[in-house]
C-alpha cells in the first residue's frame, strides 16, 4: 500500500517547562489503513522520545489511549489515517488536568465512578448455583455492560465541563448496569446519589457522549431510562 | 473565587465548547443557551422599565419611546426568534428525556424542531417587518 504524508498537529504541555500547552508539528509517512496511535508511536520511537501518551492493548479494549483527535474524543487505536484528512490535531481529552501532554489525571473521573457503587450488591447468601438470571433480564442492562472508562463521554459532555462535580455519563452508564441487574438490590442506593444536584439531573440531552462512545454505548437514552426510573419510582 | 478565575474559567469554557467538534446536538445546545440569554436579556429589561413606573413615570413613559424605534422593533424579530427556537427545542429536549428510546432519532427530531421554528418564526417576522415599514412612510 503507497504511503503518504501527513501532520501530525500534537498539543504538548511539559509541567517542568512550559507555563502553558503548545502546539507542535511532526510530519510522518503512513499507510493510509495506519492508526493514529501508529503515528504517535511513530513520533515516540523515531522522533521525539520526549512525546507522553497512554496505550496499553492498543486494540479498543483497555481504553487507556482517548484522546481528542480533529476536536472530537476518539481512541487513537481505533482512528485510521485515511479517515482523518493530511493535517490532524491531537490533544488531550478535555475537563481533566492534564499532567504531561496526552496524559490526563484520570482521578476525579475515577472518584465519579467509585460514587455510584459499580458492583453488584446482594445480602441474599449466595445460592448452591449462580444467582438466575433470565436472557431477557440480562439483555436489560446488556448496552452498558460495555463501557471500558476511557472517559471519552465524560470528557466530552459540556456539562462536565461546566461543572466537575457533575458524575458525568461514564459513572451514570456504569450505575445503569447495576441499577437495572436483575440480581442486584442497592438500586434505590444508587438512584439516591444520581438524585443530587450534581447528578443525572446534570445532563442537558446534548449527545456528546453517545457520537463520542468508541463502544456506539447507547450513553444519552442510558442516562435517560435512569431518570425515568428515579422519576416513576418515586410515583 | 476572584473575578479573575471566574472570567478565566468562563474563557476555557467557551473556547472548549466552541472547538470541540459535537454533533447537531451540541449546535442545538449552544443555540439554546443563547436563545435563553436573549430572552432573559429582554426579561430583565421588562422588569426594569415596569420598576421605574413605581419610580418616575416620565422617566418610563420616555424610555416607552426607545421601544418604538426602527432599531428596537427589529430587536424584537429577534426576541421572537429567541422565544420561539427555546420553547420549541426545549419541548424537543422534554420529549428525548420522557422517551429514551427515541435517542437513535435526535438528528431528526432537531431537523423537525427548526422547521417549526422556521413556521412559527416566519410569519412574526413578516408581521413585524411590515409594521416598522408602515410606521416609516
Known amino acids: 500500500m503507497e504511503k503518504s504524508k501527513v501532520t501530525l498537529k500534537i498539543k504538548r504541555f511539559n509541567p ?17 489503513t495506519d492508526r493514529i496511535l501508529d503515528g504517535l508511536n511513530y513520533i515516540k520511537w523515531y522522533q521525539d522520545g520526549t512525546l507522553s501518551f497512554r496505550r496499553s492493548c492498543a486494540h479498543g479494549i483497555c481504553g487507556s489511549d482517548a484522546m481528542r483527535i480533529n476536536g472530537r474524543n476518539r481512541l487513537a487505536c481505533k482512528v485510521l489515517f485515511k479517515e482523518m484528512g493530511a493535517t490532524i490535531s491531537v490533544e488531550p481529552i478535555a475537563g481533566l488536568p492534564v499532567l504531561k501532554d496526552l496524559i490526563v489525571d484520570m482521578e476525579l473521573f475515577m472518584e465519579h465512578y467509585r460514587a455510584v457503587l459499580p458492583y453488584l450488591i446482594n445480602d441474599d447468601p449466595p445460592p448452591p448455583t449462580e444467582r438466575y438470571q433470565s436472557p431477557a433480564d440480562r439483555a436489560r442492562f446488556d448496552d452498558t455492560t460495555k463501557c471500558i472508562l476511557c472517559a471519552c463521554c465524560t470528557t466530552s459532555c459540556p456539562s462536565f465541563w461546566a461543572k466537575e462535580d457533575y458524575l458525568g455519563p461514564a459513572a451514570i452508564v456504569q450505575a445503569h448496569r447495576f441499577i437495572f441487574d436483575s440480581r442486584d ?24 457522549c453517545t457520537d463520542a462512545c468508541p463502544r456506539n454505548i447507547e450513553v444519552t437514552r442510558a442516562i435517560g431510562e435512569v431518570k425515568q426510573e428515579m422519576l416513576f419510582r418515586k410515583m | 473565587m476572584s ?56 422617566v418610563f413613559n420616555a424610555l416607552t419611546v426607545i421601544y418604538h424605534l426602527p432599531v428596537m422593533r427589529l430587536g424584537h424579530i429577534v ?26 432519532y435526535q438528528k431528526e427530531s432537531i431537523q423537525i424542531s427548526m422547521i417549526v421554528v422556521m413556521v412559527l418564526f416566519i410569519p412574526s417576522m413578516l408581521v413585524i417587518l411590515y409594521e416598522i415599514i408602515i410606521s416609516l412612510e
Not at chain 1, 16 to 32: L, Q, S
Not at chain 2, 10 to 38: D, M, N, P, S
Not at chain 2, 86 to 92: E, F, P, S
Open chain 2, 79 to 104: 426576541l421572537f426568534y429567541c422565544v420561539i427556537y427555546h420553547a420549541v427545542n426545549g419541548a424537543r429536549i422534554i420529549t428525548l428525556d420522557f422517551f429514551p428510546k427515541l435517542w437513535r
Open chain 1, 16 to 32: 517542568e517547562v512550559d507555563k502553558t500547552p503548545h502546539w507542535e508539528n511532526y510530519a510522518i509517512e503512513v499507510e493510509p
Open chain 1, 185 to 208: 438490590q442497592a438500586a434505590d442506593k444508587r438512584l439516591e446519589i444520581l438524585s443530587d444536584s450534581d447528578g443525572v439531573w446534570r445532563c442537558r440531552t446534548i449527545f456528546n
Open chain 2, 3 to 58: 473575578v479573575a478565575s471566574v472570567i478565566e474559567n468562563a474563557k476555557v469554557y467557551a473556547t472548549r465548547t466552541w472547538t470541540y467538534e459535537g454533533g447537531l446536538g451540541q449546535r442545538a445546545w449552544i443555540l439554546h443557551r443563547l436563545t435563553g440569554l436573549g430572552v432573559f436579556t429582554f426579561l430583565a429589561l421588562h422588569i426594569i422599565d415596569i420598576f421605574l413606573v413605581g419610580f418616575d413615570p416620565q
